[in-house]
């Protein structure tokens, strides 16, 4: 039963986080996992997230044996997401391993934000136990909301501050180009 709650709350959290609308995005993603927290909590956890297990383990809310099959679950509903728009998609919607070995340290560093943010509203809120679990279903959803947010809006000022240099190199390219003219 775990693993089957596992599978099919990832799944329907990174349908919902791939093909949501762009701006609402984490809304739409934090009231999803809003929803799969009541829907199977009792009998998973509602994990669906690795760093949500990690976590968990780490707090040793979580028993090491369980670890393995979480994960393997939330891969196999992650994965059929992925597919399923995929197929919807006509294939235009596809996962390439291109630049499988590139590691980026600025995607690393905004994803451990948020991911961060992420995971101390969700331990501050199961830690809680003057909180019902409908509470505590709305606080780990505004947590990923949260956490979504803070990396989204980062990222937009890293590109925006990559393109502004990237103009202003232009910029000094052209102006020596028009000198030696």
Do not use: C
Request: glycine share 10%; proline share 2%; aromatic share 12%.
């Amino acid at each position: 039963n775990i693993v089957i709650a596992e599978i099919i709350g990832t799944f329907v959290l990174t349908l919902v986080a791939l093909f949501s609308a762009y701006m609402m995005a984490p809304f739409y993603v934090g009231l999803t996992l809003v929803i799969m927290v009541l829907a199977i909590g009792t009998i998973s956890g509602a994990h669906i997230n690795p760093a949500v297990t990690f976590g968990l383990w780490s707090m040793r809310k979580l028993k090491t044996v369980l670890a393995p099959f979480y994960w393997a679950a939330q891969f196999l509903g992650a994965m059929a997401a992925v597919v399923l728009l995929g197929a919807l998609s006509g294939g235009a919607f596809a996962i390439h391993f291109n630049h499988f070995m590139e590691f980026s340290w600025g995607i690393f560093a905004l994803e451990l934000i948020g991911t961060a943010i992420f995971i101390f509203g969700l331990a501050a809120v199961i830690n809680r136990n003057d909180v019902k679990q409908t509470g505590k279903a709305l606080g780990i959803g505004l947590s990923l909301a949260i956490g979504l947010v803070a990396t989204g809006s980062l990222l937009s000022y890293v590109q925006s501050s990559a393109v502004t240099k990237y103009q202003e190199e232009q910029a000094k390219v052209e102006q020596s180009g028009d000198a030696t003219q």
